[in-house]
Nanobody, 121 residues
Framework: VQLVESGGGAVQAGGSLRLSCEAY????????MGWFRQAPGKEREGVAS????????NYADSVKGRFTISRDNAKNTLYPQMNSLNPEDTAMYYCAADRVCRPIWDESWQDWGQGTQVTVS
């Protein structure tokens, strides 16, 4: 199982980014998916999650109203659309997958990507 994130980069405060997480060697369709982030010197935190069918999403309070998680099972890809970014959003962003839909505060998700860096200045 391999997850590969992309789309990170540098952006000014108030700007937007859309990350992608693509799965290789298996189909994402049966899996719940999540986005997590880790800022320098801080513990990893859950950002958002989405169920296998895409009907239910959950967000951390810090990103509610600004981030939108979505998935395209036909493209085997997970997205977060991140708007109104601020410097506190600077972090390495990771996607994760699990057949069990876990809370975003639970870090025992089955599979993880290597991360993509987002820097907001």
């Amino acid at each position: 199982v391999q997850l590969v994130e992309s789309g990170g980069g540098a952006v000014q405060a108030g700007g937007s980014l859309r990350l992608s997480c693509e799965a290789y060697a298996y189909a994402l369709r049966p899996y719940c998916m999540g986005w997590f982030r880790q800022a320098p010197g801080k513990e990893r935190e859950g950002v958002a999650s989405i169920t296998a069918g895409g009907r239910t999403t959950n967000y951390a309070d810090s990103v509610k109203g600004r981030f939108t998680i979505s998935r395209d099972n036909a493209k085997n890809t997970l997205y977060p659309q991140m708007n109104s970014l601020n410097p506190e959003d600077t972090a390495m962003y990771y996607c994760a997958a699990d057949r069990v839909c876990r809370p975003i505060w639970d870090e025992s998700w089955q599979d993880w990507g290597q991360g993509t860096q987002v820097t907001v200045s």
